[in-house]
């Protein structure tokens, strides 16, 4: 019973919050988000590719669930569209591996950057479309690009790795409450499509409107 009367008040609050804050009105804004990202490419994936190119080694850590943030700056059209330009860091993936001595220190960099669990960092354009724009709770589809370039870092001096570089779609759907006019809180997904990964983005958001 307790539980429930807790409950009961929390959704009274966030009632209240949303019913005393108008529709959001045309202008800029700027955004922020901390995010947890992981990598579709498993350990599994990794291990087995480097194996089938005839490489002898040993994982000894591989994590690739990581935290990185975005800043951007956004525009609100109208009470539906909105679009965004910003900067957004993956963080950085942790693998450390040995390889067999007889290992060519010549090709190995090469299949090492083809198949590391892809982070990167880079500008981000994307368009928001607001789905239910008379709610106080308002929920927002995305769509975009990832204009990025990878982060690949291997403590070792005798391989290096050339950064690659691209651009990638980007999909999301966005929970924002508005707390007061010009600031919200929100909860947010997104995915991005590399050619041959996908990183998973799940972000806590605040916006501040001008």
């Known amino acids: ?111 090492i950057a083809r198949e590391y669990p892809l982070s990167a960092e880079g500008v981000t354009l994307v368009q928001g479309l607001t789905l239910n724009p008379n709610d106080g709770f308002r929920i927002i589809g995305e769509v975009g690009v990832f204009i990025w370039r990878s982060k690949v870092d291997v403590d070792n001096a005798v391989i290096s790795i050339k950064r690659d570089r691209g651009e990638d779609p980007i999909v999301g759907l966005r929970f924002d409450l508005p707390v007061q006019e010009q600031f919200g809180l929100g909860l947010g997904v997104r995915r991005i499509y590399f050619d041959t990964q996908e990183a998973d983005l799940v972000s806590l958001t605040g916006t501040f409107r001008f």
């Open 1 to 111: 019973r307790k539980g429930k009367i807790i409950a009961a008040a929390v959704l009274g609050v966030v009632t209240i919050l949303a019913s005393i804050v108008t529709q959001a009105a045309t202008g800029p804004y700027l955004r922020v988000d901390v995010t947890n990202v992981s990598s579709s490419q498993r350990e599994e994936d990794f291990t087995a590719a480097l194996a089938a190119a005839n490489y002898d080694l040993l994982v000894d850590r591989y994590d690739t669930n990581r935290s990185g943030y975005q800043l951007a700056l956004g525009y609100q059209w109208d009470q539906h569209a909105s679009t965004e330009i910003g900067y957004l860091n993956l963080g950085e993936v942790k693998v450390d591996l040995t390889v067999a001595g007889e290992t060519d220190l010549d090709t190995i960099p090469w299949h």
